[in-house]
């Protein structure tokens, strides 16, 4: 089970992080990832972090501004959004995929089986 926190009201310009705590099942064999939609659009993947957090990947549209980290001794996953836009306001949701060490996070949702409830972001201009 996935609990995504952290969501709330930022002005542009401005930076927030979320978190995706896990519970049950072993964390660590979990390549994690972060998702976003908004109202009327599909979910669209943000940035992803491999088992070990050897590799991670983003859109183009976060590179730079958003990190991922992960902790596996805590079961947490991390997203430090900085230098936020408008158009980055969505309901932020983390998911994550068993996979073996060496996988590369996917970008589809259809890599991911588990996933959290959400948590909304929103940036006002």
């Known amino acids: 089970q996935l609990q995504a926190s952290g969501g709330g009201l930022v002005q542009a310009g401005g930076s927030l992080r979320l978190s995706c705590a896990a519970s049950?099942?072993?964390?660590?064999?979990?390549?994690m990832a972060w998702f976003r939609q908004v109202p009327g659009k599909e979910r669209e993947f943000v940035i992803g972090i491999s088992r070990s957090s050897g590799t991670t990947d983003s859109a183009d549209s976060v590179k730079g501004r958003f990190t991922i980290s992960r902790d596996n001794a805590k079961k947490m996953v991390y997203l430090q959004m900085n230098s936020l836009k408008p158009e980055d306001t969505a309901v932020y949701l983390c998911?994550?995929?068993?996979?073996?060490?060496?996988?590369?996070?996917?970008?589809?949702?259809?890599?991911?089986?588990?996933w959290g409830q959400g948590t909304l972001v929103t940036v006002s201009s």
């Open positions: 049950g099942g072993t964390f660590s064999r979990l390549t």
């Open positions: 998911a994550g995929e068993p996979t073996i060490l060496t996988h590369d996070p996917g970008t589809s949702t259809r890599a991911y089986r588990y």
